[in-house]
């Protein structure tokens, strides 16, 4: 970051929920698939002079083939409490926050997400079609980034 020194966050989880969720009964050939094709966007949404940060998940479920019918969608957001949040902030326009932090808030996110998908989804195809583990550090972007209070 240009010379600055390191900055040590202090992180207090605040809470997580379900903005949305959608579920459509699988068309009747797609009924006992044991395979889910599973696509999911993440990031992040810092507010910087109220120390708070946003991450959030979509999570789209499909069977049949990776472009095949959509069965699930389901949208979270978790938001942490970040302290010295501000100091991280470069020429007023982009935010760089330390991988290892990233990994955990987002390891932490993805985790409770798919926790989620699986409740949201008991008794349907959803259940058995399970989000599967990713290494957290594969949902870290590179670089700084732009944001938008």
Request: aromatic share 10%; net charge positive.
């Amino acid at each position: 970051m240009g010379g600055k020194k390191d900055i040590s966050l202090s992180v207090k989880y605040q809470g997580f929920r379900v903005l949305k969720y959608e579920y459509e009964e699988p068309l009747p050939e797609h009924r006992r698939r044991k395979i889910g094709h599973f696509n999911y966007e993440i990031g992040f949404r810092p507010v910087p002079d109220k120390e708070t940060l946003f991450v959030r998940m979509q999570v789209d479920l499909r069977v049949g083939a990776p472009k095949g019918q959509l069965i699930s969608r389901i949208k979270t957001e978790s938001e942490f409490r970040v302290q010295q949040l501000s100091e991280l902030v470069v020429d007023n326009k982009f935010i760089k926050l330390p991988d290892q932090f990233l990994t955990i808030v987002f390891g932490l996110h993805y985790s409770t997400t798919r926790g989620a998908l699986i409740t949201k989804g008991a008794g349907t195809l959803v259940e058995r079609l399970i989000m599967p583990i990713i290494p957290p550090s594969q949902l870290v972007p590179q670089g700084p980034v732009e944001y938008r209070e």
